[in-house]
């Protein structure tokens, strides 16, 4: 059997991988509506922080507590804000933050993973020890304890949130770097003489990445509940920035007179929540059949 060797003016894209794997989630029925459902939701987001119809953070109190209408669709607040400009002013911030944190813990931990995989050594035992460590404690346990110690807030609180995050992909980096060194296509490029940073560059990291990238797909859902939660705390953002957790807790005391208050930041949670779940369960599938 012949290897096929990879030919100087040859570079493999990293972003194969993932364009295919999109491919084949795009061709499932849930991941293809979880798709559209993203879609439409980063739209909201994108409009969101540039425009919206109302001014999201100025009160009127004339119209406080006003039900849903043709003025404002989606009714007023307890301070006459209009409720569907501040659903859209905090889809950046809500969807926005998630994506924020998890590209952030995904670069932190693939760098420390592939790093400390292919150094080894005394590199690697100090930095698995410290992933041990981050790993100790329930993520949100110790986001609490990183907040109590930065104080409230929304850069804090997606300072607290990567900090406690990145470790579990660091983890998975590692053992994906260390059992690539028998991969035929590595080996192959070693045979050709081709250097140590292209082979890591062009054949090492697209794989990892693309599997961490799958990863964190799946943890999108969990993410965007967290920051809600958080922020329902009131240790997200601050008043009278809109978010959609911190809505939620702002609200909940209105639900009597005004349900409206509180069923549009949670539906807009619900559908966040619901579409990386469709897509997270189209990967599972798509990525079983590819094992098979």
Same mark, same amino acid.
């Not at 109302?54 to 119209?63: E, K, Q, T």
């Given at each position: 059997?012949?290897?096929?060797?990879?030919?100087?003016?040859?570079?493999?894209?990293?972003?194969?991988?993932?364009?295919?794997?999109?491919?084949?989630?795009?061709?499932?029925?849930?991941?293809?509506?979880?798709?559209?459902?993203?879609?439409?939701?980063?739209?909201?987001?994108?409009?969101?922080?540039?425009?919206?119809?109302?001014?999201?953070?100025?009160?009127?109190?004339?119209?406080?507590?006003?039900?849903?209408?043709?003025?404002?669709?989606?009714?007023?607040?307890?301070?006459?804000?209009?409720?569907?400009?501040?659903?859209?002013?905090a889809a950046h911030r809500s969807i926005g933050a998630a994506f924020l944190v998890l590209a952030c813990?995904?670069?932190?931990?693939?760098?420390?993973?592939?790093?400390?995989?292919?150094?080894?050594?005394?590199?690697?035992?100090?930095?698995?020890?410290?992933?041990?460590?981050?790993?100790?404690?329930?993520?949100?346990?110790?986001?609490?304890?990183?907040?109590?110690?930065?104080?409230?807030?929304?850069?804090?609180?997606?300072?607290?949130?990567?900090?406690?995050?990145?470790?579990?992909?660091?983890?998975?980096?590692?053992?994906?770097?260390?059992?690539?060194?028998?991969?035929?296509?590595?080996?192959?490029?070693?045979?050709?003489? $081709?250097?140590?940073?292209?082979?890591?560059?062009?054949?090492?990291?697209?794989?990892?990445?693309?599997?961490?990238?799958?990863?964190?797909?799946?943890?999108?859902?969990?993410?965007?509940?967290?920051?809600?939660?958080?922020?329902?705390?009131?240790?997200?953002?601050?008043?009278?920035?809109? !978010?959609?957790?911190?809505?939620?807790?702002?609200?909940?005391?209105?639900?009597? $007179?005004?349900?409206?208050?509180?069923?549009?930041?949670?539906?807009?949670?619900?559908?966040?929540?619901?579409?990386?779940?469709?897509?997270?369960?189209?990967?599972?599938?798509?990525? !079983?059949?590819?094992?098979?």
């Open positions: 059997m012949l290897l096929r060797l990879t030919r100087p003016n040859e570079q493999p894209t990293a972003s194969a991988p993932a364009r295919s794997l999109l491919r084949r989630v795009w061709r499932h029925k849930s991941g293809r509506i979880g798709l559209i459902l993203s879609i439409l939701l980063v739209l909201l987001a994108a409009i969101g922080y540039v425009w919206t119809p109302y001014d999201p953070d100025l009160p009127n109190f004339a119209l406080a507590m006003k039900p849903p209408s043709g003025t404002h669709l989606l009714g007023t607040d307890e301070m006459g804000r209009d409720v569907f400009s501040r659903i859209f002013n813990s995904f670069l932190i931990g693939l760098f420390v993973g592939i790093l400390s995989g292919l150094m080894g050594g005394l590199v690697d035992t100090l930095m698995m020890r410290l992933v041990d460590i981050v790993m100790a404690l329930p993520s949100l346990v110790l986001a609490f304890a990183i907040l109590g110690i930065l104080g409230p807030g929304f850069k804090n609180l997606l300072v607290a949130l990567i900090l406690s995050d990145w470790a579990w992909y660091a983890r998975l980096a590692r053992s994906l770097a260390i059992g690539s060194g028998t991969r035929p296509d590595i080996l192959t490029a070693k045979m050709s003489g $081709i250097s140590f940073s292209r082979i890591v560059l062009t054949h090492l990291l697209p794989g990892i990445a693309t599997k961490l990238g799958v990863m964190a797909t799946l943890a999108f859902g969990s993410m965007i509940g967290a920051i809600s939660g958080l922020s329902f705390l009131g240790l997200g953002v601050q008043p009278p920035h809109a !978010e959609w957790g911190a809505m939620l807790s702002q609200s909940r005391l209105y639900f009597d $007179i005004a349900p409206w208050l509180l069923l549009s930041p949670a539906i807009a949670i619900l559908l966040s929540v619901l579409s990386a779940n469709l897509i997270g369960h189209a990967l599972r599938d798509v990525t !079983e059949v590819k094992k098979q």
